[in-house]
């Protein structure tokens, strides 16, 4: 008799080659969220993991791994396009490998996944990032509930192989995996590869993971097997797994409790004083399966002192999840502060709420152009003094700038340097305009008799303030 372990574990090799499919995916397609446990589930299902691991160092099947043949005969009927190179028959297609794939199906997906330079569908590395890129095309998102059913249908468009898999999907997701050595996980009964022989339908351990079993009920009117469909969908097959006892009578349904909450936008943004954030944060409610909760309230509060408020001008918002479980927050307008503060989503106790980032730039900048020292000699002038004003990261064209000559205490000063008018005399206070550049060049600077440190200060008409020193040797 086996084990619990035999019964739910995956043999080392194949589960690496389930991860390994995940992490190049998430590097290549990063948008469509693959899990290794989905890979997993369909792996489970179509083969029992490779016959229970029994592959070689390099992930290859030990022996063919061949679905029915499909002549029309109970299955779909599929005349041989692969002149029998992968699934030895010439006359019609078999599924092959351990996430079988027919031939033709495989002469499009077929992947490399261990970097042999080969594309083999009887081994597994290969199989599982196939598998991967065929559930991620047409730009799905799987962490959608609605993507997600999409792909397993898409691999096999049977209502009963979707549920067995989403099954042993959330059994996976919930550590149901262990891993354990090649050649002795479960090999079940009654699966998709054609090998059947007779297993009863198992029920629930007691630790409520999937016993023995799982596979499918014969219906492969997908892409990746094909064949019969003989109008059960509702009706598990002999060895499908039975749902967890808190599921209702159909386990594709997602329970519809939150469990969590994840993002679904930019988790950073900035803004400048007074206007508008571009992105708006969003967050999507979901089951422990992964499922979106639907017409459940979602709070986002702002949390910070920079002025920041929602468009109709309080710092809360109540959101209502849409049929997706996504639930986006109200416009943020920021403040005329600038600085950093957080927009805080949150469902009540017993889910993490979900922190977004969020900074305030001042909508105009006052800066000097180079960083010499200001110094002369008595008598003598300063270098060229220039600025630059900024708006909204862009030069502010036309912007008045007045320059003055200040004490310490930001008071007109009427000694040391000065500008000159146009008969000589001094002037410590002018009115600039910047060019169109967003650049404003001070006239000369004298340094005027007397050593000491003074205070030039820059201000624009919004108040944006800049202060230089001059020293006079």
């Known amino acids: 008799m086996e084990d619990e372990a035999d019964e739910s574990g995956i043999p080392a090799t194949v589960l690496d080659a389930y991860k390994q499919a995940e992490a190049r995916l998430a590097r290549s397609n990063p948008g469509c969220n693959l899990e290794w446990e989905l890979l997993a589930a369909i792996g489970r299902v179509e083969s029992g993991h490779a016959r229970g691991g029994d592959v ?7 022996n063919p791994i061949l679905g029915p043949v499909l002549n029309g005969n109970g299955f779909a009927k599929i005349t041989d396009t ?40 009887d081994n597994v590395y290969d199989a599982a990032l196939a598998a991967g890129r065929y559930l991620c095309a047409g730009g799905r998102d799987l962490s959608s509930q609605s ?63 999937p016993g023995k079993g799982g596979g499918d009920d014969g219906n492969k009117s997908g892409d990746k097997g094909g064949g019969k469909d003989d109008g059960k969908d509702d009706d598990p097959g002999p060895g ?81 999840t849409d049929s997706s479980g996504y639930a986006t927050a ?50 003598g002038e300063f270098g060229a003094v220039e ?19 200040v004490t310490e205490a930001g008071e007109p000063n009427g000694e040391g340097p000065y500008f000159a008018d146009a008969e000589g005399d001094p002037v410590r206070k002018l009115n600039l305009t910047t060019d169109a550049d967003g650049k404003v060049t001070l006239p000369p600077i004298h340094a005027g008799d007397v050593a000491g440190t003074y205070l030039l200060r820059l201000t624009t008409s919004e108040g944006v303030e800049l202060t230089l020193e001059l020293t006079v040797e």
Request: glycine share 14%; proline share 8%.
């Open 56 to 62: 070689t160092a390099d992930g290859t099947t030990r």
């Open 82 to 121: 692969d002149g029998g190179e992968y699934d030895g028959d010439t006359g019609f297609d078999r599924a092959v490998g351990p996430m079988q794939f027919i031939p033709s199906t495989w002469a499009t997906w077929g992947s490399d996944g261990n970097d042999d330079g080969e594309r083999d569908p």
């Open 147 to 209: 993507d997600l059913e999409a792909a397993i249908l898409g691999y096999n468009q049977s209502e009963s192989y979707l549920r067995t898999v989403l099954t042993w999907y959330d059994f996976y997701k919930e550590g149901g995996a262990e891993s354990v050595p090649d050649g002795s996980g479960a090999d079940p009964g009654d699966r998709s590869d054609g090998i059947n022989t007779p297993s009863p339908s198992p029920s629930p351990s007691d630790s409520g993971r």
């Open 240 to 320: 499908e797994p039975s749902p967890p006892d808190d599921e209702d009578d159909d386990p594709g349904e997602p329970v519809p409790t939150i469990a969590d909450l994840r993002v679904a936008s930019p988790q950073s943004s900035t803004a400048y004083t007074g206007a508008d954030f571009a992105e708006r944060p969003k967050v999507r409610a979901v089951t422990s399966r992964g499922a979106g909760v639907s017409a459940k309230t979602v709070t986002f509060t702002i949390r910070g002192q920079t002025g920041a408020v929602f468009a109709g001008g309080e710092k809360s918002a109540s959101v209502t």
């Open 330 to 379: 109200p416009v943020v307008r920021a403040g005329q502060l600038a600085g950093d503060f957080t927009i805080r989503a949150s469902v009540g106790s017993g889910v993490s709420p979900v922190d977004f980032a969020a900074a305030v730039e001042a909508s105009y900048g006052l800066v000097r152009i180079g960083d010499a020292a200001l110094t002369a000699a008595a008598g």
């Open 387 to 405: 600025a630059k004003v900024t708006y909204r990261g862009g030069p502010a064209v036309e912007a008045p700038v007045t320059a003055a000559m």
